[in-house]
């Protein structure tokens, strides 16, 4: 079985420039997450997806990062524009419904250097 | 709001040494808990998961961990570590349907 996809792997960029990270989740997951995971830190949900449905973006921080999941498939995270502080390692996840008994999948994550 | 506090940063050990790493977490209601692992390279991994029942849970590579209701805790625990569980270990907790809060992770580097 694939595991979740992601891309790029590595990004750098100069603040107030735009990205784009984007994540293939398993096939036949229902449910999406993109986690923000800072050195050091423990991964942070940013916003989970249930179908193309948004289910909570509640840590989502709306004046910069978008995400969308259009077909309910593949998803993209943009930030726009970058700061310092977004240097991260941005984790996408998939499962196959939302609830809690329903192990997430880790895709590689994509390490963002902003400086 | 639910938190996660994972008490050491860098544990490191010998082969063969026992391990303990802590995990509490703050919820009033009913959770499910996770303990995942990182290993260098490679991606975030379930190592295992509590959701009801016993609360002595087992996972891969003969770890283990126990729930404390009483003391919101979920220890991770394995009798006899190994050079290639030299990992970064992460503590997470759900609530429900709710978002995966997860702890600042503890490094355990195991000594040859």
């Known amino acids: 079985e694939a595991g979740v996809a992601q891309s790029p792997r590595y990004k750098i960029i100069e603040k107030r420039q735009s990205v784009a990270f984007w994540c293939n989740p398993i096939s036949g997951h229902a449910t999406l997450y993109w986690y923000q995971q800072i050195l050091g830190q423990g991964p942070k949900l940013l916003i989970q997806f249930q179908n193309n449905g948004v289910v909570d973006d509640s840590q989502l921080p709306k004046d910069r990062f978008s995400a969308e999941r259009l077909k309910g498939v593949d998803s993209t995270l943009k930030i726009q524009p970058a700061k310092l502080e977004d240097s991260a390692v941005y984790l996408c996840?998939?499962?196959?419904f939302g609830g809690g008994e329903y192990e997430q999948y880790f895709g590689p994550g994509t390490r963002l250097t902003v400086t | 709001a639910q938190s996660v506090s994972q008490h050491n940063h860098h544990v490191i050990l010998s082969e063969a040494a026992s391990l303990e790493l802590g995990c509490n977490y703050s919820y009033g209601g009913t959770v499910n808990l996770f303990w995942y692992v990182q290993y260098p390279g490679q991606h975030l991994q379930l190592l295992l998961k509590y959701f009801s029942g016993d609360p002595l849970v087992k996972g891969i590579k003969g770890f283990e961990a126990e729930f404390i209701k009483s003391k919101f805790s979920f220890n991770l625990r394995k009798p006899s570590v190994q050079w290639s569980d030299t990992a970064e270990y992460f503590c997470?907790?759900?609530?429900?349907?709710?978002?995966?809060?997860f702890g600042d992770g503890t490094t355990l580097t195991v000594k040859p």
């Open positions: 997470a907790v759900r609530a429900n349907a709710g978002k995966s809060t």
């Open positions: 996840a998939s499962s196959l």
